[in-house]
């Protein structure tokens, strides 16, 4: 109710001052009749000071006097019939009205058409209560399955060679349930072929059968699935596997990713947000969750309140073309030296100027080291680390490029 008293008041505030503006009766320019006579009336006064002085003769003052009276009388007749400057003034009220209506009228039917009428003051705390409550409250993995079976699309039929080899496999692993290999198999055949429910519990098995050798990446698969089989949704039980994922590996894309769309999902965009960034600009173009990111992380900043443009999509690392290689084989060991040099120092100025990925980064540090220009290859490493010194992926990746350059020796 609150709102609504403020936009009111704000609305009724500026039709004021336009309708006192319009209701205000007021000359719109000084009438050139009213100037000439006050001209001619100093005329008159100065005829009689002439004669008072002796400097005009009686009968020529006398045809000055009768010449300016009939000005003023010529002057009297303008002024008498001119336009007075003013509009008329049914003519002002019909504009006051109008403004007042559609001041008043038009910013709250605005309102109701983009706005939301009736939905509450939120503010930041409740809204963070809201979101825990969301988060605390939100459907089990079962139910979220039960209702994503009824809108998924049936996925392609495959060839019977194929369906064939699954059911083998089947076969073997149930033969066989403590063979890790097998089941990893059948898991992602599973998937494959949209039996996620199927795929995400023999990964379980799976992860039963490893036991303490489970890797974080073994946990992600299973989120994968979990979320795959409910429909793109982050159900509390995958979110706890996304922790043991983490715990495991702080930095597994897929399991950041999803960590992200869970908070998305809750009512937490600020978090997704921040978490989506570090990821997409840590990782290397051809990251398999990188498209989702970019699919959805405008959209997520938006919501969040972030002022955030996405950067151009990379195609990937930049190097020799089919051209350049044929090229290539007609060259001296000499020549191909002054070719790869210069691609280097291309690569080089375009980090320096426009930036790139980690693996761009770390390309050019090996490819410095191989040259044998290892005091610019460190230079490089340094300033890698100063550019990746927040996205702990990035960091990883050129730093182990430097290790394997012996640059940390």
């Given amino acids: 109710m609150t709102f609504w008293i403020l936009i009111f008041a704000l609305a009724a505030a500026v039709a004021a001052l336009l309708v006192a503006s319009l209701l205000r009766r ?11 006579i006050a001209v001619y009336r100093e005329q008159l006064v100065s005829v009689e000071q002439d004669v008072a002085r002796g400097v005009l003769a009686p009968d020529a003052a006398e045809r000055a006097r009768i010449e300016i009276s009939r000005r003023i009388l010529d002057a009297d007749r303008r ?17 006051a009205a109008a403004v007042t209506a559609v001041v008043l009228g038009g910013s709250i039917g605005l309102y109701w058409v983009g706005g939301v009428p009736g939905y509450g003051d939120l503010p930041l705390k409740q809204r963070l209560a809201d979101s825990a409550e969301l988060r605390q409250t939100r459907p089990s993995q079962a139910a979220a399955e039960a209702q994503a079976a009824e809108f998924r699309a049936e996925a392609p ?43 995400y519990q023999t990964q379980q098995k799976l992860l039963d059968v490893l036991g303490s050798r489970a890797d974080g990446a073994a946990f ?18 995958a979110e706890a596997v996304l922790g043991q994922a983490l715990a495991r590996d702080p930095n597994n894309g897929p399991a950041r990713y999803y960590v992200g769309l869970m908070q998305a999902q809750n009512g937490r965009p600020d978090i997704a947000f921040d978490i989506w960034r570090n990821l997409l600009e840590g990782s290397s173009p051809d990251a ?23 950067p151009p999509a990379d195609t990937g690392l930049r190097g020799p073309d089919a051209a350049d290689m044929a090229a290539a084989a007609d060259m001296s060991a ?31 540090i090996g490819a410095l080291t191989v040259l044998g220009d290892t005091d610019r290859a460190k230079a490089i490493w340094t300033e890698a680390q100063e550019v990746f010194a927040d996205l702990p992926d990035g960091l990883a990746e050129v730093n182990a490029a430097a290790t394997r350059a012996g640059l940390d020796q």
């Fill in 220 to 237: 992600a698969d299973l989120a994968d699935m979990m979320v795959l089989a409910a429909g793109g949704y982050v159900s509390p039980e």
């Fill in 79 to 95: 002024r008498s019939g001119a336009p007075s400057g003013q509009a008329p003034a049914w003519l002002n009220r019909v504009m």
């Fill in 157 to 199: 039929t495959p060839s019977d060679e194929y369906l064939d080899l699954i059911e083998r496999l089947r076969t073997t692993v149930a033969e066989r349930p403590n063979d890790p290999r097998g089941l990893e198999l059948l898991a992602r055949n599973e998937a494959a072929l949209g039996n996620f429910v199927d795929a």
């Fill in 288 to 310: 398999a969750w990188v498209p989702a990111i970019r699919e959805q992380i405008v959209d997520v900043a938006t919501r969040a309140g972030r002022r955030y443009q996405l």
């Fill in 26 to 36: 007021r000359r719109v320019e000084l009438e050139r009749a009213d100037y000439d």
């Fill in 334 to 364: 000499e020549e191909r030296m002054d070719m790869v040099r210069g691609m280097v120092a291309n690569l080089s100025d375009r980090l320096a100027n426009e930036g790139g990925s980690p693996a761009e980064w770390a390309r050019l």
